[in-house]
Each structure stands twice: as structure tokens, then as C-alpha cells.
């Protein structure tokens, strides 16, 4: 221990006695036990071994305390009377290469999917069973294992391979893993992913053939077009990294960052191991259904149409907008979806919101207002009318409280004041049961539509012949302020009727999604995260660009993984939780071109599925498990 500034603290247990040592990394195994014979008052001659109590794992007496994947707060075993046997198999009689498991060690199976699905790509595994990755063994790379991370994997997978072993334990392995990569030490829970990108990065690092990394800079000419681009990138990529992994993992993505402001464009091509595809979330799939009011234009019934409509919470407001307009039998274009709140027109839905990003509840009033059909709708506008009545006609700024079901009329423009007034005479007569005379009302603009004072209460509309100013696509937003107090009772005790109606639910099949799904996903255009922005070396500034990804060049093996796993900012849901849509995935002839660049030089873009990892679950902990396909049989690796 002396001249090490961390040494290891391990807790050996020992005839129900557990006490603490202190041990240099570079300690052997053999001296840590003389260490334990002295405290625990046992002969040297002792017959013992050193034992993991999770992996039931014994450790050579020749390796060094870092080789055997010992890390602090490690807590092991000595026992006594035993001499070291091999626990690394067991062997059976009969099995073919291929159909060997590994032991879970330890909440290893993250890690055991992974390697069973490695050890079924073709390629890859014959470059290990045969040793031909021994002539490329890099122990020189400092961001490498030393070769080490290479050599126990191909232990595993020679192991796997042998015909001769029915189970397999990779303890080995996952000590010299745990080596240079601390965080995959000990036995917490891990991600297949993560790990999956770490291991592959650790090979090519052992395996790089590239001794001396040149300094390459980077590619900064506009004036190639993407082709040109695209192969002077990779060539560059090349100059420092060359290895198996390279050649049958690796592809390339082309990159298109516009700026919102300048629009200008930047593309890079950058390497790849995986795509990271984003899953709609569960809920996206699923199905709600809304109590929507309709207001039909001319109403002279003065009633409200009331029916319960189900969408999919994936779907546009135009989709439901769609489906209310083919059970009315009227146009789409006549329809208008608003939130009514507290008898006011809370917001009006544009055609292209996506129904779940509108936080809307079962109990959200929302109602389709429909408009006559309009052939120049450049000169068409739309108006919304709360009808409000004074509190008190005491006090300087009277205040106006909300009463009834807004409702909404559209007018052509140019609009005069007079124009309004008698439109919403007309519009009102079936309310009052008869003609109004002398308007017994005001018209004012809504207080969202003052920008004079903050305590506006909405500026009156002249009765007049002076056009209004009326909003190029927008709604205005008025308020009628009965100004003859029997009008305004009589309006306040003529209620809306309402006619209810059975619309046909549509059922929820539960299908989720196509793998395609998430490749469109992954190249839809997207505007980056105010945490992620991107600095316009034009405008000088961080912006948040959007961002365009296609693929350029396809690797010979394609990892697609599935991001099913959300994680929030808020406290209460630190820990995130996992998309569960089913997504359904070929098993032959998946065609990846519709996601390629479109002057992409065309190859080999149809893959076939070999293997898959699975998770059971959630966030806080799961199981993985792995299938693979073995000469035209699919294995479920499941080392539970």
C-alpha cells in the first residue's frame, strides 16, 4: 500500500466475521490472502481461496488486484479448505457452436444480450474464432485496453463457439472490462446501449490499425458539393481510425444545420455506430375521446350540437376537424376548433397542432365553430364575441363579467364598423326572439387586443362607416357589452339548447408502430433545444438552428436502437420512464434508401435482422434478454 495515494478498502468475510482491508491495486491476489491468514489467525499453509459471493468467482493467486476487476467497497470471500477449481463453465454433451449461454454474474444481463448478439454477426465472430484479430492488436493506443479488452472477447466468444460448453461465465471478461471502464464495475443495473457503444469503441481501439494518430483538421470547404464532401470526411476519419469495427459497424450521416434567422446552411458528414431512432411516446398510440360543442352557421334554432369525438392523440387538430366536418357533412374549411374557458374564447387550435403537445383533459369545453363557406379566403376573417354584462357602472374603469357560449362569425373584408354591428344584430336575433333596434349593445376589442393600458377593459368599436382593423390571419377577438339592462336579462335567461349526438367510436387496435415510423422520425426536421444551440458564424450568435439528418453511407451490420427511455428536468420524475408503443420490425428485406441523402451514391441498402436485444421494465429496473437467429432458428438468450 505504501507510495499509493487511493488504495483499494475491500470487506472479506470470513466464518461470519467481516472486517475491512486495505490493498494496493498492483497487490497479487496471493499477498492479499497472506494478509487475511495474518488477521484472521490462520496458518500460511492454509489451503484458501478467494471468492466472489455474487458470482461465486474464485481469483487466480498470480493476478494482480486491478487484473482481477477489484474495486473499493468490493466485498468478497475467503474460504478455506478448497483449492481453486474452474468455475468459468460448465460443459455439455452434445450442443452445437452457438447455443452456449453466459451466467448472470450479477446483474450482467445488460451486458450477456449484448454479447450474444455480437457473437452471431457472421464477420465478426469468425475474425475472433479464428485469431486473425491477433495481427492487429493495437497495445500501444492510449485511449486502447492495451489489447486486453480484445483478447478476453475473443476468449468469450471462442468459448461460445466451441460446441463443448452449455454455459459460459464471463467473469473474466467483465473484470478487465471493469478495468477501463469503472463505471461498469460491481453489480448495478447498466444500460445494453451504453454498453454496447463503449465495447465496440474499446475494440476498435485494441484493433486500430493506425499506431500514430495524425492531427487532422477539420474539413472547411463550402464550395464542395456533398459527394465530394462525404468521401474527403471519411477518408479523413480513416487517417486515424482502421480496424475490423470500423469496416463492418460504421457509417456515415450527413448533417444539414439551418439557421432560423440568416438561413444559412452548414453540412457535415460524421461517422456513426448506431442509429438512436426516437419512439413515439405509448400515449401517442392510444386513443381520447372529447365532448366537443358544435355552433352551426345560420343557427335560427338557437342550439348547440354536442357529440363525443375520439382521436388519436398523435393526430392534428385538422385530423379531428376532418372528422367532425364528414359527420356534419359540411367542408373541413368551415369548421373552426376552439378552448372555451370561462365563457371566453381561451385559444383557437391551428389545423397543424398535434393534439397531445395541447395538454388538453377530458373536461377541456372545446367547440367547432362553423363559418360560411368562403371561395377568397385572402379577404375572409374571422371574429370571436364573448357576450359580457357589466358588475358595477359605479366605478371609472367598469369592469365586464363573462355570461353564455362565445361565438364566432366570419366577414369579408374591407369591414366597416356599421357593417359589424348589423352582422351581429342578425346574428343575435334568434337569441332575443326578435329584430334589436337601435343596437342594444357595444362592441368592444378583447383586452388580450389592447396594447394602450394594462387595465383596458377593451376599447369600443365606432358605429360607423371607418373600416376595421381587422388581422390578416388571426382571429380579432371582441366582446358584446349589452348596454339595455331587459336585453341583457333576457339573454341571460335564454340558454343555449343542446342536441346531442352519437358519433361511432372508432376501436383502438393497439398495433403501434412500423420501424419505419422511427426512421421518418429520425430524419423529420427538428429545431434544436434552447440547451443545445448552434452558433451562426454568420449572424455571430447562438441560435436555435434546425437540424435535418439523413444517412449517407451504410455500415455492413446496422444497429438500430430504439430510445424508449424519457427522462424529465422536473425533481418528481428525475428518474424517467420508458415509451412502451410496440413496434413492429421485418424480419427480411428492411429497405433503408427512403431515409438516405437524396444524392446518396446508391448500394446495398436492404438488411435482414439477425439479433435483438429486449428489455423488460422500467427506468428504475428491467431485465434484458436476447434473441438471435442460428441456422434458421431464433435463440432466446435469457440468462434468468
Partial sequence: VHGEFYPLQLKVEYNSKVVEVEVSRKASVQSVKAQLFSIFNLPPTQQAVLLDPVSNDSYEDAETVADAGLFDGHTLKLQTGATKQSQQSVVAQGVAGGWCGLYNIGNTCFMNAVLQCLAHAPLVRDYFLHNDYTKDLNRRNPLGCKGDLAREYAKLTQ???TGQLEAFRPSKFKATLGRFAPQFTGYQQQDAQEFLVFLLDGLHEDLN??????????????????????????????????????????GQLRSEIECPDCHRVSITFDPFVNLSVPVQHSESSARKAFDILVMRDPNPTNTLT?????????????????????????????LILAEIFAADVHRVFSETAIIQNLWLSPTTKICAYEVPECENTSSYYCVTFSLKRLVSRKLPHQRAASMHWPFLVGMHSPATGRHLYDLIARKLEARLGYDPQNYPFVIKTARTECFHHSRCDGCPVPC????????????????????????????????????????????????GIALADCMHLFTTREQLSPSNEWYCPQCKLHKRAFKTLHVWRLPHFLIVHLKRFQYSSSVARQRGNKIRTPVDFPLHGFDVAPWMA?????????????AVVNHTGNTYGGHYTALCLQDGVWLCCDDS
Fill in 159 to 161: 468459448s461460445l463457439w
Fill in 209 to 250: 490499425l493506425v499506431k500514430e494518430k495524425p492531427i487532422v483538421p477539420p474539413l472547411d470547404d463550402e464550395t464542395l458539393n456533398d459527394a465530394d464532401s462525404a468521401q474527403r470526411s471519411w477518408e479523413r476519419h480513416l487517417l486515424r481510425n482502421q480496424s475490423v469495427i470500423v469496416q463492418y459497424f460504421q
Fill in 306 to 334: 354536442e357529440g363525443r369525438w375520439q382521436v388519436c392523440v398523435s393526430d392534428s387538430v385538422g385530423m379531428l376537424r376532418d372528422k367532425i366536418a364528414s359527420f356534419l357533412r359540411v367542408p373541413p374549411t368551415t
Fill in 464 to 511: 360607423n362607416d371607418a373600416l376595421l382593423p381587422l388581422k390578416r390571419k388571426t382571429l380579432t377577438n371582441m366582446q358584446i357589452i349589452w348596454t339595455s339592462e331587459s336585453t341583457m336579462l333576457h339573454i341571460e335567461r335564454t340558454p343555449w339548447l343542446v342536441s346531442h349526438v352519437n358519433v361511432p367510436l372508432e376501436k383502438d387496435n393497439g398495433e
Fill in 598 to 610: 437524396a444524392s446518396t451514391p446508391r448500394t446495398r441498402t436492404i438488411y435482414d435482422l439477425f
